[in-house]
């Protein structure tokens, strides 16, 4: 039978990838070096298996890779090999390369085979020289006319009981060539003390065979040490007669198994079936237009069947109930665990810690929580930003913590659970805090300082989102490159979510990422402007307050600015400068102050309304993307209220302040 | 139709022997570790067992003492998946009961082959 094995591929690429991401992760363990047997005996299943599948499959670098790495797990588990610190970066070395080639196997691309090369060659000099290739499956075909065998085979008691079978072997020998068999009753006892569960009987073979002894013996390979077997060959032949006899071979020791283990590697086993994200997506808009026609209907017969609970109301109320399940169903479904955000964090904090001499570990708790599949694409490299900041700027050389009576080795805790409708993200270390006195000095020589006030602490810290900011002495290879942390806050802003910074000095750091669960729904206050109603996120909202004109003043006749707190903001106007036909005003005019970066600045707006889950809907996919605005939404009544873009108005304001200000300053000159 | 219970941790392997055997005619069954198996075998009295050596869970070498002991798997044939590094384990397992071996890596002739052995 021919079967075509590139059919296997694809599983075998993904688990063997699984494999390697559970040997990393052991790896990755902080007190690898005292590891427990469980583990290394984790580590050492990776290495097998996936060196069975890729022998088995052709894969003949990874197989190669493999199999000194088998050796050599094998001797750290047996005790014969320590694992130090230069074994676990070798190991973790071949942790890489053997992704690169099965990625390469997977993806079609090229391995660099230098890299291989290298690794393997190194991996073999670490196995004392022992020359390492992978065992193929051959068959050796050495003819050699045909010759006469005498073979005389007695099995011991108990073979049967191993599943063998002397009938089994006897046709398996007939199948050589032409064969004589004797029987042998010597050992047969009386027929009451004959144990049928026993094998008394003996047999002498005379075989006539084209085939090499090997062949012979390969037929009781399973049973060499189950009996006692002499084969010879009757006629002088070149090759030296070969007799095997192996009397009472010592009973091997009772088996030792492995303790059972328990993996936390869990390879879900439960039925799953793969969804296009596409069709997730649509199944979620429609349950959207769902709960808008719902609204609608709930609108549209409310005062009548809000009274009295009539039949149609009673319907209504079920339907909207399952309209809820059914949406919480929908959205349930694009839902993953952070983990997959989590994972890389370990092999990132030890890699930077150790180029950098430092001693770091990272403690991960709640990584099961759940969050939307696109939102989580989204956090993952903030989030490996904070973290790789933490190690970089955050934690101190293991000496200065020591000196400040702390213990040498740093832990980076990470945190995620779910609160109210967001998902929040902790990342917290115990290094060096953020100094504001220090933070104030560096924003004053790099001009980030405003004049208006004296920065809280507070507000000091926040200083380090702004761009140009960097609080190292000096520029790392680590963080220094790119991306600063107030690229880190926009994105995370842009989600509609909001990073929190808490800081003390000599004790360290928090940073907390809090996003809305989805990117879909999102928790929003209704505003009114005009005769138009709209959506802020509330998740920016920092505070709203009544509108007092006494507050409110315009800079240099454009510039319009209002008191809060200790500073003044900037006020957007949107009825104005949109042109919203404005009704009278009145006094219940508010403020709705919202953050974006590190500044604020306020909406006016006509009046609160409610606040309640919005379900966005596009506006670049059914009109086009509009600056200042985020999607819109259909209200109960039918009616469509936009979502303002708080980021993208936040630029509006800057770039208007900076217009302004060239305009003045050329107005100076001039 | 002769049932062959196949027992492995790795994915591809299992269902490379699975596609094999069937393909062959062979009623075949899977179990991902020795605990799985454990109940797939009581569950189903099989003609023959495949099994992997290092898997979580229960190991080969402990599925095949467990399974001994079931008064139906007394003759059954148990043959172990093993590597030629594997030699200590090979008295292991056949201490514990293992009928015979087949050594990775191996093609699927190979794998139809020993099955022959042991099922004609």
Redesign the interface.
């Known amino acids: ?3 075509d ?1 590139s ?3 694809a ?2 690429f993904s ?2 990838l699984e494999q390697l991401d559970a040997m990393e992760a052991e790896l990755l363990k902080p007190d690898i070096e005292s590891a427990s047997a469980e583990s290394i005996n ?1 580590i ?2 990776a290495a ?2 996936v ?3 890729s ?3 052709g894969f003949t670098h990874i ?1 190669g890779l493999t199999h000194v790495l ?2 050599i797990l ?1 001797e750290v588990r047996s005790g014969k090999r320590p694992l130090d610190r230069d074994l676990v970066d070798l190991l973790l070395e071949s942790v890489d390369c053997l992704r690169d080639l099965l990625r390469a196997g997977r993806d079609g691309g090229s391995p660099d085979e230098t890299a291989v090369n290298s690794l393997q060659s190194r991996l073999n000099a670490l196995v004392s020289g022992e020359p390492t290739a ?4 051959t068959e050796t075909d050495e003819q050699s006319g045909a010759r006469e065998w005498i073979i005389r085979f007695r099995p011991h008691r108990h073979l ?6 002397p009938y ?1 072997l006897l ?2 020998l007939g199948d050589l060539g032409d064969m004589v068999v004797t029987s042998g009753l010597d050992q047969l006892p009386a027929f009451d003390a004959l144990d049928p ?1 026993e094998c008394f009987l003996e047999w002498r073979i005379e075989l006539r065979t084209e085939r090499p002894q090997a062949d012979i013996q390969e037929i009781f ?2 049973v060499e ?2 009996c006692d077997l002499e084969i010879e060959a009757v006629e002088a032949s070149p090759e030296a007669p070969a007799a095997q006899p192996e009397p009472q071979a010592a ?8 303790a ?4 936390d ?1 869990g390879v879900g ?1 439960h039925g799953s079936i793969r969804v296009d994200v596409d069709k997730i997506d649509q199944l979620v808009n429609l349950v959207g237009e769902l709960i808008i026609t719902e609204s609608r209907l709930v609108s549209l017969l409310g005062t009548d069947a809000a009274g009295e609970m009539t039949a149609v109301g009673q319907a209504l109320e079920n339907l909207s109930r399952n309209i809820r399940d059914l949406q919480e169903s929908a959205l349930q479904m694009r839902m993953v665990p952070v983990s997959f955000a989590f994972h890389r964090l370990p092999r990132l904090v030890r890699d930077v810690a150790r180029e950098l001499g430092k001693e770091v570990v990272i403690e991960i708790r709640g990584e099961q929580t759940e969050v939307d599949k696109g939102m989580l694409e989204n956090i993952s490299d903030p989030l490996i930003h904070l973290v790789r900041n933490a190690v970089d700027h955050g934690i101190e050389m293991p000496e200065v913590r020591k000196q400040a009576g702390k213990p040498g080795r740093a832990t980076i805790d990470v945190r995620a659970f779910h609160q109210g409708g967001n998902v929040v993200i902790e990342v917290t270390d115990d290094g060096k805090g953020l100094d504001p006195d220090l933070i104030r000095k560096k924003a004053e020589e790099k001009g980030l300082l405003r004049e208006e006030g004296e920065l809280s602490d507070a507000d000091a810290l926040n200083l380090i989102f702004s761009p140009g900011f960097s609080t190292a002495e000096q520029v790392s290879d680590i963080s220094g490159r790119g991306v600063g942390l107030d690229v880190v806050r926009q994105n995370i802003q842009k989600l509609g979510g909001r990073v929190h910074l808490e800081s003390k000095v000599g004790k360290g750091t928090r940073f907390t990422i809090a996003v809305p669960l989805t990117l879909s729904i999102i928790e929003g206050q209704l505003v009114r402007i005009g005769q138009s109603a709209f959506v802020v996120p509330v998740l920016s909202i920092v505070e709203s307050v009544r509108f007092d004109p006494g507050q409110f003043r315009t800079v240099a006749g454009e510039d319009r600015l209002y008191r809060f707190r200790d500073g003044v903001i900037p006020l957007l106007e949107l009825g104005k400068s949109w042109d919203l036909e404005h009704g009278e005003k009145t006094d219940e005019q508010m403020v709705v102050i919202v953050e974006w970066g590190r500044d604020m600045y306020g909406l006016l707006v006509d009046r609160l309304l409610d606040q309640q889950q919005i379900v966005l809907k596009s506006l670049e996919e059914n009109f086009r993307r509009v600056s200042g605005l985020a999607g819109a939404t259909i209200l109960g009544d039918g009616a469509v209220a936009l979502i303002l873009d708080i980021g993208s108005l936040g630029v509006l304001i800057g770039d208007r302040r900076r217009h302004q200000r060239r305009r003045r300053e050329r107005e100076d000159e001039a | 139709m002769p049932t062959i219970l196949a027992v492995d941790d790795s994915a591809s392997l299992r269902e490379m022997v699975r596609f094999t055997l069937s393909e062959a005619g062979y009623e075949v069954f899977e179990a991902g570790d020795g605990v799985e198996a454990l109940e797939v075998a009581k569950e189903n009295l099989v003609d023959a067992v495949i099994a992997d050596v290092h898997m979580p869970n229960m190991d080969g070498i402990e599925l095949i003492s467990e399974l001994r002991k079931l008064s139906g798997y007394k003759f059954v044939p148990i043959l172990m998946l093993t590597t030629d590094s594997d030699m200590g384990l090979k008295q292991s397992a056949a201490a514990a009961g293992a009928t015979g071996w087949l050594v990775k890596p191996f093609s699927p002739d190979r794998l139809l082959e020993t099955v022959k052995r042991v099922l004609g």
């Open positions: 039978m021919s079967i094995l059919r296997f591929h599983v075998f688990e063997s984790t050492f299943r097998h298996s060196k069975g599948g022998a088995t499959f197989a088998e050796t094998d992978p065992a193929v499956a049967l009981q191993r599943g063998n079978d089994r046709r398996e569960e390979e399973w040490h189950d009973p091997a020791p009772a088996s030792a198994p492995q059972p283990q328990v993996t590697a086993a």
